[in-house]
């Protein structure tokens, strides 16, 4: 059968994609991500972030699969602009991550309270959302309440930026804390794409309730 007979075939006989499994394995590896940011930061030794780098890879590989998948789908179990959206924030989530560590090795940026807090926070974030992804289509009151504690820890990590930002504002090494700066602007980014992300989750709960 050719390329367009089997189009034909699939819109009379559509495929069904599992895009609630799609996603939840974005945001698995979202959250793999930023927990191996974590162990990067902790060991402190400013070796290459190769795990980083590597999940960053596969997630992007899920995320370019569930693409490919969305334009065949003849039917979504809800809008597709907003599965697209919440997949391209959950890469920008990653992205942000892999940058920080990137960035700390390349300036020789020490880790501090202020990035390892803002990480974790970051991470309790992402894996809420992999959890309310997965109950959202069974239990979509469940998801709701999830919703709130991950909006709690995208505010955390706002406080923890300014908290951060005002002490080295009051440094006297002005280059580091240029450098500084960059790096809690990164992890600042990763949780406006975090709080970005929730607000399209919340919109999918909603219009699956």
Known sequence: MNEDGKRLIDRIFPPKYDFYGMLKDQADATSDGVRALIEWLRANDHQEPREIVNIEQKADELRHRMEDQLIRAFTTPFDRQEIYMISRQMDQILNFSMSTAIEMRAFGVETDKYIISMAENLLSGTGLIS?????MERSPEEAENIIRTIRKQEHDIEHLYIEAMNL???SRDA??????????????????NLSITVDILHRIIVSVA
């Not at 280059?175 to 406006?192: F, G, N, Q, T, W």
């Open 131 to 135: 959890e309310a992804i997965r109950i």
């Open 168 to 170: 080295i504002f009051g």
């Open 175 to 192: 280059v580091e804390a240029l450098r500084k700066r960059e790096i809690y602007h990164h992890l600042k980014d990763a949780a406006r």
